[in-house]
């Protein structure tokens, strides 16, 4: 019986990440960082597609595995959404299946399933396991060198000896995967340091990693961003970082959907749109303030009843070390630090997240108030991230850049006498979803005089048309959003405008 109940509650967390990362996995539109994977995917063959992306200075160059693994999947299963994504979504339920064993092989059964099914829920890592960007596979490859790297804290030597050649392995993996993971590979260095204080032990794990991660070591050492860490072009912060650091954290426990949209969040009355889901941000203060005491008192208080809180040392110190240097990174590259670019935190926090509640140290005949209240907080986290789930599902407002919608429209109402211009977005989208008559305008060439004379390059862009569609992805970007209408006035009228998410599309005629 304790058997068939083990094995119902594993696959009980297993559907329900299966369950999570596919429905209505190809509902939305691909969006702007979608089309960037499909582009950087493009190729007859695996040194073209390589080439393209190394040549790149950009930060997707830096983060090469998943490109090349889509080019694959691309030609093995077709060119649609759910083909795309399905991907990711792999990923992502094959994250939840290494946690579950980790966290099986170092606390035990119920913690097993608390921080798996954290995981299988959480909005944070279903968002992105229905996305065609690399972050589910960098998390999947996390897990991995987690689930290698907890092995240090068994007493075995002969499975020491190969958990180390295989964190070696994945390490490499991890490094070719992404920049990122350096940081986060670091962390577990510096975390076994403190909690073993053994330098041979620390060397054994060091190594295998240092070998087989020395050709992308060399490099990113080699790459111009290691001289200029600033000049790879990627978003750049114009937000305090203690806000990042607030966002960051918020994102990975609960996801974007859990309160306000974000893009109602870049207008003027933003404090105002806050303050209208201060109920959200109360429970969500509540639930991880209890959570997080909880988890502090079991680290301060050192218990020799607790055979497992070396591991919670140690997965704490990872996780520690890990937000710290991610920190660090974000203040020297000067990047706008999201929570896609802590993918790696998930892991430790989802894994420590039980501990709260589990592997009680205080004495058989005393109640543990405190932590009746982290497991009650941890229930609540789980229903946030469903109900953050089902807002990113069913609710238009969180959704992603609808270039689908867009197309549609344009070839329902485009006649063969009006021509369309992309101003600002992803031209390789319009060209995934039917549309190859949409002409691209790149920025710079406006930037060169500075948004002047916009009517003028249109008409000779589009040949004279009298009818122009102009489409603006994310026009909050735009440098010229709030001047382009008095340029386009010189030799048009404005005769129609229409908006999906993230995308607004202007009518004009000439006026001439």
Not at 104 to 116: E, I, N, P, T
């Amino acid at each position: 019986m304790k058997e068939s109940k083990y094995y119902f509650v594993f696959f009980t967390v297993i559907t329900i990440s299966i369950f999570t990362r596919l429905f209505l996995l190809q509902n939305q539109s691909l969006w702007f960082d979608e089309g960037w994977s499909l582009t950087l995917s493009d190729a007859t063959s695996l040194q073209e597609n390589f080439y393209k992306i190394v040549n790149r200075e950009a930060g997707d160059k830096y983060q090469v595995l998943y490109y090349l693994l889509l080019f694959y999947w691309r030609s093995f299963f077709g060119e649609s959404e759910f083909a795309i994504r399905s991907l990711s979504a792999l990923f992502g339920v094959a994250s939840v299946i290494i946690m579950y064993f980790t966290c099986l092989s170092v606390y035990g059964k119920k913690h097993a399933f608390w921080s798996s099914l954290i995981l299988a829920v959480s909005s944070f890592s279903v968002f992105y396991s229905q996305d065609a960007r690399p972050y589910s596979l960098l998390i999947f490859i996390v897990s991995l060198q987690i689930y290698f790297f907890s092995n240090s804290l068994k007493d075995d030597e002969n499975n020491k000896i190969i958990s180390q050649v295989f964190f070696g392995i994945f390490t490499a993996i991890a490094s070719f995967g992404s920049v990122l993971t350096l940081m986060f590979t670091s962390a577990l260095y510096i975390s076994h340091a403190i909690v073993y204080r053994n330098f041979k032990e620390w060397l054994k794990w060091l190594i295998p990693s240092v070998i087989f991660s020395s050709p992308m070591i060399w490099f990113y050492l080699s790459s111009p961003a290691a001289s200029d860490p600033t000049g790879t072009a990627v978003t750049r912060t114009g937000l305090p970082i203690i806000l990042n650091i607030m966002f960051v954290v918020y994102g990975i426990l609960v996801g974007t959907s859990y309160g306000p949209p974000l893009e109602d969040l870049r207008g003027d009355n933003k404090i105002n749109i806050l303050l209208n889901y201060w109920p959200h941000f109360l429970i969500f203060f509540i639930v991880i303030t209890v959570i997080f005491i909880a988890l502090g008192k079991r680290l301060l208080r050192h218990s020799k009843r607790n055979k497992y809180q070396r591991a919670d040392y140690l997965f704490a110190l990872i996780l520690i070390t890990s937000f710290s240097l991610n920190l660090v990174f974000a203040l020297v590259t000067k990047i706008n630090w999201l929570p896609r670019h802590s993918f790696y935190l998930c892991v430790p926090f989802f894994i420590l997240i039980p501990s709260a509640f589990l592997h009680n140290y205080q004495a058989i005949s005393k109640v543990d108030i405190l932590s009746k209240f982290a497991k009650i907080a941890t229930v609540c986290l789980v229903i946030m991230n469903i109900y953050s789930n089902f807002n990113y599902y069913l609710d238009p407002i969180y959704g992603k850049d609808d270039y689908r919608s867009a197309v549609q429209y344009l070839v329902k109402n485009r006649d063969a006498s009006a021509r369309s211009v992309l101003m600002l977005g992803q031209n390789r989208l319009f060209k995934y979803y039917g549309d190859s008559s949409t002409l691209y305008l790149p920025p710079y060439i406006l930037e060169k005089t500075n948004g002047k004379n916009l009517a003028e390059k249109i008409k000779t862009a589009t040949n004279n048309a009298k009818t122009v569609f102009m489409l603006i992805n994310r026009e909050f970007y735009w440098k010229f959003k709030d001047t382009f209408k008095g340029e386009m006035s010189e030799l048009y009228n404005l005769e129609n405008e229409q908006s999906w998410r993230y995308i607004k599309m202007y009518k004009f005629v000439s006026n001439k």
